[in-house]
């Protein structure tokens, strides 16, 4: 907020102290014109500001003009005569107002086509650029009177910097000031300028003055010598480099050898030789005069380009070159000076002289031979000899006023630089003839417009007259009102619609309406020569009616009714505050109109609802939280339980041969209620299992043939048998599947399973689990031995989670790699071996432990192959049942039957499956497919906790097992 | 002031052999007047033998013992043993006039003048005192035996060597920058400023910087032989064992590697340096004498901006005084401080002058400086292209003035030294 501020604050000042600058250098430049009639223009400027008559000084009156242009004679220029037309005259100060006067040599070069255009004018460089902006002191002052900023910085809401109050002290400067001047006025004592200096009393030139004059001079001469010494050794060089280059017979002029002349002749001869070698060298002693003469005679002229070129004033080396007077020579190429103008046959190489040294009056274009004719010449100062009478003029007294303040100084008034000026060329001038020119006879204006008729817009009602606001017109807008009621010839709603300001955005002020009546009335206000009676059209009547009603309202009410125009200086005083007042103007009138309106039913958002309802599905952050606690508290109970089984164990464990799993040693025990976590396992893996006992006894003869081995199994390795057991399972859960599918595929015919009764099945489940954990627990037990049916009471009461557990154990592996569970089993338990075998026997190194590992899954693999080949006669070989690969077409319910690995049934089973488990688990029914995933990844993540549960309980079981023996 | 006037025919017509020395407190100019150029350039530090050689010497003559006392010129350079190196000035100002006479005579006979039928003309800054004054006077009427003398400002001079009648002098010396207002071809004594940054200043900046660089700053005349090495390697030469030479005779020899460091090297920023604008400098390779050569890049601003702004370069253990300025103040103050009505006069006329303002893009930054400061005014910097006009600025323009016709009758004759007395001059008349 205080930057913009700041901003506006800089600019304050930059434009006050600018103006204070301006003050003192209009009191230093009095504008008036000078020239050959300057004292009757003196007159007419002290008529224009009499300030005897108390008369206060109108800077506006002033002519704004830089100062005459001094024309230049060989560029275009125009040279404004004093009486041209104010208009004229406002054009160019405006132009020059506009342009910067000092164009460098570069930008007149691309800007030559508009250059084309442009008028050229040559101002001296010490007057100052005039600025764009330009407020008078009283403006300046009205406006830190009316809000000063001394009070607007006490109640400044941010940062005040030194800088702002630097600021508020200058205004009340200026304030004091601008009172004082005012003070002056008042007393008669202030004038559009300074009082005169006080002037010496004219002295003579002294002898210092000659002696600075001299010097002045003198140090042209040395400093142009220098540049001359400079390039003649140039020369010099490069001569010497042609010669050694090009050899003597290109470069030297031939010579007749010397022939010595008798004695008494000699002395002559001498001085003569001696001659022309002083030619070479210039003496010190320069008569200027005679160069002078020389060079008005246009005979040979050694111009130094550079010189010319940078400043006027030094053309001297033209004197040093020329040691005395040369007669008028033939020949315009011949130079004085030096060893060139004697070898004329040399070839001149364009890269030997990198200086123009000599250059002829006649090749020169006639541009800078009209320069050349009128560049001043440096002639020694103080020729005269009547130098007591010359008056001393001293540069620093030129300016006849004294500085307004000791902050500014005068400008150096002997200067010879100018700034070259440019000027739009009177555009608005050009068009006119043109125009006049194309223009047929037909629309020929002047004969036209004698007889346009002017016709009135429609009048707007007299009952309005009474409310009426003033608009107002600033001098631009009536110039180009003006303009264009002549362009589009009294068509007023052409001329509103032309008039009509550019951004509105939607609200226009009263002041500012420019309806074709209003456009009409300013018009006729502008017109005080146009009578009312010359109107034509349908509204004439109306109009002169409106009119004299509106001068009888103007008459009677104080307001003002009538258009206002608004000179430029009041813009902000009045305009503003006008607009401001009719923009409150608008946005009453618009509040009231809110407030009349009848306002229609609020209808509440029903969308919004909606989504409220929508978003409730979706299952927010919060929910999800929620949701994830109560499953991780579930899953902590089911652990605590799970943990405190084996806790139990010893109590209630009655002395059982050691090498039986220590998880199956619960005679007569229940097992605990399925917990969630479990029972989700269970689930799952209790679909496999209804699916197994759907399919008949068939599989349980299966499997019973594959553990009839299984007692004999026990042998003295107790550590094997959890590693065992598990690789048990699996080669049974294997077995299932193919036997399962073998089955189904036989019994297709008769018994296609229909989805219902999967679904029943599966249902089922929920009640039937340990039944059917109970069937899968006696198809992995050794049912060999064990009649049908008859199932052991210790086998069935296998807690149908652990059981899962156990199935859903080798799931990854299986999943991973469906052809060779064998081959990643034992790798993966080799090392839970080794690093068991190790802390049993911690005498064991690390090779022995390893042997040993070998030796006993080599034992165990010999073992299991075994097996294998036992069970070969009904079961195909291992490589080809793949889970993913069923032979046949089996349906999906069918593979969900089987013990496919979960990601690869059917999406819609496992919504049926995951909502059985919602229903199970009571909760909301209804699921959003977020919250299944959400599910989904959930029990994956129990599967993966309880397989290391039981991965832990195995080794605690093994250590357990392990011990016995040891014992 | 004679108000008789000058006859017409003196114009450039008598060449009366002026000679002119400009002593500056690193180089002195010796030449004649009309010439653009001096004879001879010496250097102002001179050697001084030990008292021994002296006294060895005593019985033989006095000239000799002179002589050989002050090594001056070329075997001021030569690493005598037991040779210390002097400064006869200090502040710009002479300090020892023993050594400034033997310097004189040393490059006047070299010039095989014969000072009793030339003229001499000399140049002292603004500040020197009546004394110092007198003594100048009093050797070259009484030492010298010069027909007549005279003294001219060394601002006044620089201004008439570019022309100007009203100038404001901005001198960049070795030992003192100063800014002159001269009016008329006088001086205004007020409003000058002069400060101790100038070329010695910023020698030893750079000394700072290259000492902080660890740059082995052995002088050329300690080494023996050296090796060529590629950039930025450590250099590889053999010193030269030189008995009993003396430090400040080092000193001095270093000296002269920071001046070419200087003369190559330094470059002003066009805009004041802050911690947000670090200029652009673009690297440039230096070889010291040892054959050591590296790249400086913003080195070359930073050593130089201390010319502008000497309060942010302080010297370790040095406080640099509140009233130090650097010499766009200057210059901005001596405006300010003169008179309103010259102020346009001076800041349109601002001549640069000095070695030491030959730093690459010194004057544009004065220039801009200074059309910053005062917005009001047209600022106009006149600063000599020419090397040789810059450092001589002040012996051209004593050679400017010697060879005025008009000028001749300004001299003091010796005549006047004699009958009036050297206080009269000093004090009442001329030189005052």
């Known amino acids: 907020m205080m930057d913009p501020r700041q901003e506006t604050c800089g600019d304050i000042v930059s434009t006050r102290k600018r103006r204070l600058e301006e003050l003192y250098y209009v009191s230093l430049h009095p504008r008036y014109p000078q020239g050959l009639d300057a004292k009757q223009k003196l007159k007419q400027f002290q008529d224009q500001f009499d300030l005897t008559q108390n008369r206060l000084f109108d800077e506006n009156k002033l002519p704004k003009a830089v100062e005459e242009p001094k024309p230049v004679p060989t560029l275009q220029t125009s040279t404004p005569d004093a009486g041209s037309s104010p208009e004229l005259k406002r054009r160019r100060t405006s132009s020059i107002a506009q342009l910067s006067p000092t164009f460098s040599r570069t930008s007149l070069k691309t800007n030559e086509q508009q250059l084309q255009e442009m008028l050229l004018f040559l101002v001296p460089s010490n007057i100052p650029e005039p600025t764009t902006e330009t407020k008078s002191l009283a403006e300046l002052y009205y406006t830190t009177q009316t809000l000063p900023l001394s009070k607007l910085i006490p109640s400044a809401h941010k940062t005040l910097t030194t800088d702002s109050y630097h600021l508020a002290l200058l205004e009340g400067k200026l304030a004091v000031a601008h009172a004082r001047i005012e003070e002056l006025k008042r007393a008669g004592k202030w004038g559009p300028r300074q009082p005169k200096r006080f002037q010496d009393p004219i002295r003579r030139k002294t002898h210092w003055d000659h002696v600075l004059d001299e010097m002045e001079w003198m140090s042209t001469d040395f400093r142009e010598e220098r540049k001359f010494k400079q390039a003649m050794a140039c020369e010099i060089a490069f001569s010497v480099l042609e010669y050694h280059k090009y050899g003597k017979e290109a470069c030297c002029v031939k010579t007749k050898p010397i022939k010595f002349l008798p004695e008494e002749i000699n002395e002559s001869e001498d001085t003569e030789s001696k001659m022309d070698i002083d030619t070479s060298m210039p003496p010190p002693s320069i008569n200027p005069v005679e160069v002078t003469n020389i060079s008005a005679a246009d005979s040979v002229t050694v111009v130094d380009y550079d010189t010319l070129l940078s400043q006027p004033r030094t053309l001297s080396s033209t004197e040093e070159s020329e040691d005395k007077p040369e007669e008028p020579s033939t020949d315009s190429e011949e130079v004085v000076g030096g060893e060139v103008p004697k070898r004329p046959a040399a070839p001149k190489l364009p890269e030997s002289s990198p200086f123009k040294l000599y250059a002829s009056v006649d090749k020169l274009d006639p541009l800078s031979k009209a320069l050349f004719d009128n560049l001043p010449v440096t002639t020694p100062p103080g020729s005269a000899v009547n130098a007591l009478q010359v008056p001393y003029s001293d540069p620093l007294d030129n300016s006849k006023l004294a500085p307004v303040t000791h902050l500014l100084a005068a400008p150096p008034e002997q200067d010879d630089w100018w700034s070259v000026c440019l000027e739009d060329s009177p555009a608005d001038e050009d068009p006119l003839p043109l125009r006049s020119n194309t223009r047929s006879t037909l629309f020929n204006s002047e004969t036209m417009r004698r007889h346009v008729v002017i016709k009135a817009p429609q009048p707007p009602q007299t009952k309005y007259l009474d409310f009426r606001t003033p608009t107002m017109w600033l001098l631009a807008d009536d110039s180009q009102l003006l303009r264009l009621v002549k362009e589009y010839s009294y068509n007023w709603d052409i001329v509103s619609a032309h008039m009509l300001p550019q951004k509105t955005y939607g609200f226009t002020a009263n002041i500012e309406r420019r309806t074709s009546w209003q456009c009409f009335e300013r018009w006729f206000q502008l017109n005080p020569t146009f009578s009312l009676t010359d109107l034509r059209g349908p509204y004439a009547q109306a109009a002169q009616q409106w009119m004299a009603a509106a001068a009888k309202a103007q008459a009677q009410s104080k307001r003002r009714i009538s258009p206002l125009g608004v000179s430029n200086e009041s813009i902000q005083r009045g305009h503003r505050k006008l607009r401001w007042a009719s923009m409150f103007d608008g946005i009453r009138k618009s509040m009231r109109k809110r407030e009349t309106t009848p306002r229609p039913n609020p209808q509440p958002p029903r969308k919004s609802q909606l989504s409220e309802s929508n978003k409730k599905d979706i299952a927010s952050p919060l929910d999800l939280c929620k949701m994830k606690f109560e499953q991780d508290k579930n899953l902590a109970k089911a652990y605590a339980q799970q943990r405190m089984m084996p806790g139990q164990m010893p109590g209630q464990m009655p002395p059982v041969p050691s090498n039986i799993p220590a998880n199956r040693q619960f005679p007569g025990q229940r097992p605990p209620p399925p917990q969630t976590a479990a029972q989700i396992q269970a689930h799952t893996q209790a679909q496999a299992r209804a699916a197994a006992a759907a399919s008949g006894h068939m599989q349980q003869r299966m499997a019973g043939v594959g553990m009839n081995r299984m007692p004999g199994q026990m042998n003295d390795q107790h550590q094997m048998m959890q590693f065992d057991r598990q690789r048990q399972l699996m080669e049974q859960q294997k077995m299932l599947q193919q036997q399962q599918q073998q089955q189904f595929m036989r019994t297709q015919g008769q018994v296609p399973p229909q989805p219902g009764q999967v679904q029943g099945q599966v249902n089922q489940n929920v009640q039937g689990a340990q039944v059917a954990a109970g069937q899968a627990g006696m198809a992995q037990r050794p049912a060999g031995q064990i009649p049908q049916g008859q199932m052991p009471a210790q086998q069935g009461q296998v807690p149908p989670g652990q059981a899962g557990n156990q199935a859903q154990m080798m799931r990854p592996n299986m999943r991973m790699r469906p052809g060779g569970p064998q081959a990643a089993a034992p790798n993966e338990h080799l090392n839970a071996l080794i690093r068991q075998l190790q802390n049993q026997n911690p005498a064991l190194s690390l090779e022995a432990a390893t042997k040993l590992a070998h030796v006993q899954v080599q034992r165990f693999v010999q073992k299991q192959q075994r097996v294998a080949r036992q069970a070969q006669g009904q079961t195909p070989p291992q490589g080809q049942m793949r889970p993913g690969q069923p032979q046949g077409q089996p349906s999906p319910q069918m593979r969900s039957g089987s013990s496919t690995p979960m990601n690869m049934q059917s999406p819609q089973l496992m919504n049926v499956q995951l909502q059985q488990q919602q229903q199970q688990r009571s909760a909301s029914p209804g699921q959003s497919p977020a919250q299944q995933h959400a599910m989904l990844m959930r029990m994956n993540q129990q599967q993966q906790q309880q397989q290391q549960q039981q991965q832990n309980q195995g080794q605690t079981q093994g250590q357990n097992q392990g011990q016995g023996p040891s014992e | ?432």
């Open chain 2, 1 to 432: 002031m004679t108000t008789t006037a000058p006859a017409p025919q003196v114009y450039g017509g008598d060449e009366v052999a002026t000679l002119v020395i400009d002593t500056g407190s690193s180089y002195t100019r010796v030449g004649y007047a009309g010439e653009d150029t001096p004879k001879l350039v010496v250097s102002t530090e001179c050697g001084l033998m030990a008292d021994e050689d002296v006294e060895m010497e005593d019985d033989t003559s006095n000239t000799t013992k002179k002589l050989n006392k002050y090594k001056v010129g070329d075997s001021a350079n030569l690493p005598l043993p037991n040779m210390e190196v002097l400064h006869p000035l200090t502040d710009g100002i002479v300090a020892d006039w023993d050594a400034v006479q033997n310097i004189w005579e040393y490059s006047l006979a070299r010039l095989n003048a014969d000072t009793k039928t030339h003229p001499l003309m000399l140049t002292e800054p603004c500040w020197n005192t009546q004394a110092n004054k007198l003594k100048a006077l009093e050797i070259a009427f009484e030492s010298l035996e010069v027909p007549a003398s005279y003294l001219v400002k060394d601002a006044v001079a620089s201004a008439f060597a570019a022309g100007k009648g009203n100038a404001l002098v901005l001198d960049v010396g070795s030992e003192v920058a100063s800014v002159t207002p001269v009016i008329d071809g006088l001086v205004l004594y007020k409003p000058a400023r002069r400060s101790q940054y100038a070329g010695d200043y910023l020698d030893r900046q750079i000394k700072k910087v290259l000492v902080s660089r660890g740059i082995d700053l052995t002088p050329r005349f300690e080494i023996k032989n050296k090796k060529a090495v590629e950039m930025g390697e450590p250099p590889v030469f053999t010193k030269r064992e030189l008995p009993n030479v003396t430090h400040s005779f080092t000193d001095l020899q270093v000296s002269r590697i920071l001046s070419e460091f200087k003369d190559s090297m330094c470059q002003v920023n066009d805009v004041p340096l802050t911690p947000e604008i670090s200029g652009e400098a673009a690297d440039r390779v230096f070889e010291f004498p040892t054959g050591y050569s590296t790249t400086f890049g913003a080195d070359r601003l930073s050593t130089s901006e201390s010319l502008f702004k000497p309060s942010e370069y302080p010297f370790d253990g040095e406080t640099v005084p509140d009233t130090a300025r650097g010499l766009s103040e200057m210059v901005v103050d001596t405006i300010n401080a003169s008179n309103v009505d010259v102020r346009a006069h001076l800041a349109n006329n601002i001549v640069i002058t000095g070695g030491g303002s030959l730093v690459q893009g010194l004057s544009d930054r004065v220039s801009k400086d200074v059309t910053q400061a005062l917005s009001g005014l047209k600022v106009r910097v006149a600063a000599a292209s020419n090397q040789e006009e810059r450092r001589h600025g002040a012996w051209i323009g004593g050679s400017v003035l010697g060879s005025l016709g008009s000028f001749h009758q300004l001299w003091v004759s010796k005549q006047e030294w004699q009958e009036k007395g050297g206080d009269y001059l000093v004090e009442k008349k001329r030189f005052k």
